[in-house]
């Protein structure tokens, strides 16, 4: 499975964004998808997971009520919509693919930065 992050930039605070995640490869293998970000100087963490079977989703703390986690099954497409943005949102964000392949696997794409500031 191979990712690929796009609509990360340069946003206001106040303002929205929304990040997609392209999947190829051995898609009808993945189990669930997952959004995390990495802050300058802090760890990796993550902000939102949907299953591929149920499109059940499930939001971190941090970012519940700002954010919505979708997909596009017919473009093989996962996104994060987010709005209300406040500089503490600024981060590279991943997108990760969960998926079952002679074991357990995960995919990670390339990462797209998102700034917040005026």
């Known amino acids: 499975v191979q990712l690929v992050e796009s609509g990360g930039g340069l946003v206001q605070p106040g303002g929205s964004l929304r990040l997609s995640c392209e999947a190829s490869g051995s898609i009808s293998s993945v189990y669930a998808m997952d959004w995390y970000r990495q802050a300058p100087g802090k760890q990796r963490e993550l902000v939102a997971s949907i299953t591929i079977r149920t499109d059940t989703t499930r939001y971190e703390d941090p970012v519940k009520g700002r954010i919505t986690i979708s997909r ?8 994060l919509q987010m709005s209300r943005l ?12 969960n998926y079952y392949l002679d074991g357990l696997r995960r995919a990670w794409g390339q990462g797209t930065q998102v700034t917040v500031s005026s």
């Open 72 to 79: 596009d099954s017919a473009k093989n497409t996962m996104y």
């Open 86 to 97: 406040v500089p503490e949102g600024t981060a590279i964000y991943y997108c990760k693919a």
